[in-house]
């Protein structure tokens, strides 16, 4: 399972996406109504490529969010950029790490009838969607230490379960590690919007919980979803184009190499309400 960490920074956009400077102070630029993009240069420089994060806030009020497997018959692996063309989506990222079949997420995994993997196991989040009532959020990342799943599991309809990377209160669980990859991870702010972040460059995921609790991001919590090559971040709207894919990682992959996106089994996509 050489699946924890990746992602790399390609931006093409009708407007250009300026890096801030080395201030944690992020900027946003408007996509569309509840939609905004950044890229910003981290305070710590990563061992390569260019150290910038990219994220897009996502409102869900405006935006649904849509799980897609290659477990759904007739469906196959495809990268990211490939899902999202072929389900008609805004933005695709990886819904996380998954077995060595290719197709079975690593934890609990369920979109409507469809059961990717129907056993929880010991990671302590769990990103929900697509609500069955307003009684909860329209989005959220569930801390199972701080929340009561079985009462939410019945709440809605779409979960795809990974590893925690700050509880309730914000502090980073991970420890530190000389370990380094691209990243993807899934965030909720204070205010309730989603979070999709990449970093091509690597960092330990300590260090880059540290970078993202230290922004103004207003981060609640953060969930990991995947790194190294695998990790994939794929926007496409309003002439504004984000192609971006992971390539370091320790052990597998020393290098910034990588320009093309993997083929993956499970994505998260957004489409407009």
């Given at each position: 399972m050489r699946k924890i960490l990746a992602i790399l920074l390609i931006?093409?956009?009708?407007?250009?996406?300026s890096a801030q400077s080395s201030s944690t102070e992020i900027k946003w630029q408007k996509v569309n109504e509840g939609l905004h993009l950044t890229e910003y240069l981290s305070p710590q420089k990563s061992i390569i490529g260019d150290s910038k994060i990219t994220i897009l806030k996502i409102d869900?009020?405006?935006?649904?969010?849509?799980?897609?497997s290659a477990k759904e018959k007739g469906e196959e692996i495809k990268t990211a950029e490939d899902w999202a063309i072929q389900k008609d989506q805004i933005a695709v990222i990886n819904a996380g790490m998954y077995r060595g079949d290719f197709v079975t997420n690593v934890g609990y995994m369920k979109d409507y009838d469809?059961?990717?993997?129907?056993?929880?196991?010991?990671?302590?989040?769990?990103?929900a969607f697509n609500r069955k009532d307003e009684s909860v959020p329209e989005f959220q990342i569930?801390?199972?230490?701080?929340?009561?799943?079985?009462?939410?599991?019945?709440?809605?309809?779409?979960?795809?379960?990974?590893?925690?990377m700050v509880d309730c209160n914000q502090k980073n669980k991970w420890s530190q590690q000389n370990k380094k990859w691209s990243m993807v991870v899934m965030g909720k702010d204070k205010e309730g919007?989603?979070?999709?972040?990449?970093?091509?460059?690597?960092?330990?995921?300590?260090?880059?919980?540290?970078?993202?609790?230290?922004?103004?991001?207003?981060?609640?919590?953060?969930?990991y979803l995947e790194g190294g090559p695998e990790a994939s971040f794929y926007l496409n709207y309003q002439g504004v184009k984000?192609?971006?894919?992971?390539?370091?990682?320790?052990?597998?992959?020393?290098?910034?190499?990588?320009?093309?996106?993997?083929?993956?089994?499970?994505?998260?996509?957004?489409?407009?309400?």
């Open positions: 931006v093409n956009s009708a407007y250009s996406i869900p009020s405006v935006y649904d969010f849509n799980l897609f469809l059961t990717n993997n129907g056993s929880l196991n010991s990671d302590n989040t769990i990103t569930i801390d199972r230490q701080c929340q009561d799943w079985n009462t939410l599991k019945d709440k809605y309809h779409s979960f795809t379960q990974s590893i925690r919007n989603a979070l999709f972040i990449f970093s091509r460059s690597p960092y330990s995921v300590h260090d880059f919980i540290e970078i993202l609790l230290n922004a103004s991001l207003d981060i609640y919590n953060i969930m984000a192609l971006k894919m992971g390539s370091y990682e320790t052990g597998f992959n020393l290098n910034d190499g990588n320009n093309r996106f993997w083929k993956i089994p499970n994505v998260i996509g957004i489409s407009k309400k």
